[in-house]
């Protein structure tokens, strides 16, 4: 198994200059979402202060050129701070920053969806839009092999490894398990995590967040699993079709309810909303994966518990359809819908502000309404 050289320093050593102490200085790490609108990039600046909330925060800048987001003769971008987090490889006062990214014109640029998502969120805050993404990976060896698998074939064919348990089952829970703590300890909003279909895949869940918080607390819980799996040698890939055959992708299965949805009588708001999905299929496929429905063109096959990506399709309790109603939700005639159709690397901002344009402010046709 191929895992990076820094693994392989002491970490040891490391933790006896982590455990000096800091004086009254805080270590505030930037994070933002570069030019191919899924990597991640960050950087870290000294604070004279413990900053209690985003106003406190100073903007920055950074070199656009190195990140895809600019030409070299004008490359300077603005970090605005946008969410702020406890950092969990620092620790305590030290903090991570989520930041929108603007140009040199103060314009947001192309791979900063945070901003118009926030905007369409305002306009519907009274209707309380709660989220959930189902947010699924695999682990990678440096060599782009998946972790555990061996190194000239395959593992056994799937079945046993969703919620496995044992050595020849799970691969990789150590990751997970670091993930899932230091999530909880910088305030992201997860809710569950567990094994997946395909062996070295995994899962964890984020919300019910509301609005804008949702695409927040995914990017940092991302961000955050980037660097636990840096700490551990190996890479997190979030490919919606990493191997090719018969084995699952990954997706990034979004749940959605608004407060009339939640209350008595709400599936009738529920199927109303599912009706309007169906005569938008091609603007939410376009929105769903960073390559406007190409990625997921290799995992929405109809195949692997996929719907087609041709087609759009809901049913109650069916895995295989785009839009899938959750058994207990039927029963009980309100709740929530799960949208089977995002990518593992989608933008949580492009993904929630799709459903919002078209569930709540009754968008139609294959372009955004501008406001």
């Known amino acids: 198994m191929a895992t990076s050289s820094s693994a392989t320093l002491s970490k040891t050593v490391k933790q006896q200059y982590m455990e000096l102490p800091q004086g009254d200085k805080v270590q505030a790490m930037y994070i933002w979402i570069d030019g191919t609108g899924e990597g991640l990039r960050c950087k870290t600046r000294t604070l004279d202060f413990e900053p209690k909330s985003i106003e406190d925060l100073p903007e920055w800048n950074f070199d656009g050129s190195s990140t895809s987001q600019s030409e070299g003769s004008n490359s300077d971008?603005?970090?605005?701070?946008?969410?702020?987090?406890?950092?969990?490889?620092?620790?305590?006062?030290?903090?991570?920053?989520?930041?929108?990214?603007?140009?040199?014109?103060?314009?947001?640029?192309?791979?900063?969806?945070?901003?118009?998502c926030k905007k369409i969120m305002e306009m519907v805050e009274d209707q309380i839009p709660w989220f959930g993404m189902e947010q699924e990976y695999t682990i990678l060896g440096t060599d782009g092999h998946p972790f555990g698998w061996p190194s000239n074939g395959f593992p056994g064919p799937q079945g046993p490894y969703y919620c496995g348990v044992g050595a020849?089952?799970?691969?990789?829970?150590?990751v997970v398990e670091a993930h899932y703590r230091a999530c909880l300890y910088a305030g992201v909003d997860i809710c569950g995590t567990n094994a997946e279909v395909m062996p070295a895949q995994w899962e964890f869940q984020v919300g019910p967040s509301e609005g804008i918080n949702m695409g927040d607390h995914l990017w940092v819980a991302r961000f955050i699993l980037h660097r636990v799996c840096e700490d551990f040698g190996?890479?997190?890939?979030?490919?919606?079709?990493?191997?090719?055959?018969?084995?699952?992708?990954?997706?990034?299965?979004?749940?959605?309810?608004?407060?009339?949805?939640?209350?008595?009588?709400?599936?009738?708001?529920?199927?109303?909303?599912?009706?309007?999905?169906?005569?938008?299929?091609?603007y939410h496929i376009r929105a769903y994966d960073p390559k406007g429905g190409l990625d997921n063109a290799r995992r929405l096959t109809g195949h692997h518990e996929t719907s087609n990506i041709h087609e759009f399709s809901a049913g109650v309790a069916n895995r295989g359809a785009s839009i899938r109603i959750p058994r207990m939700v039927g029963?009980?005639?309100?709740?929530?819908?799960?949208?089977?159709?995002?990518?593992?690397n989608c933008d949580p901002y492009g993904v929630t502000e799709a459903l919002?344009?078209?569930?709540?402010?009754?968008?139609?046709?294959?372009?955004?309404?501008?406001?």
Not at 168 to 174: E, L, T
Not at 331 to 344: I, L, M, T, V
């Open 77 to 116: 971008m603005y970090l605005m701070p946008a969410a702020m987090f406890r950092d969990p490889f620092r620790k305590d006062p030290n903090k991570l920053v989520l930041c929108d990214v603007l140009k040199y014109n103060r314009k947001p640029a192309e791979t900063n969806l945070r901003i118009t």
């Open 168 to 174: 020849d089952k799970a691969y990789g829970r150590d």
């Open 234 to 282: 190996v890479v997190a890939s979030f490919d919606p079709k990493p191997i090719p055959g018969n084995w699952n992708g990954a997706g990034c299965h979004t749940n959605f309810s608004t407060k009339e949805m939640r209350e008595e009588g709400g599936l009738k708001a529920i199927e109303e909303s599912i009706e309007k999905l169906g005569k938008r299929h091609s």
């Open 331 to 344: 029963q009980e005639k309100k709740g929530y819908f799960e949208d089977r159709r995002p990518s593992a």
């Open 356 to 371: 919002i344009r078209t569930c709540l402010l009754s968008e139609e046709g294959d372009e955004p309404a501008e406001y």
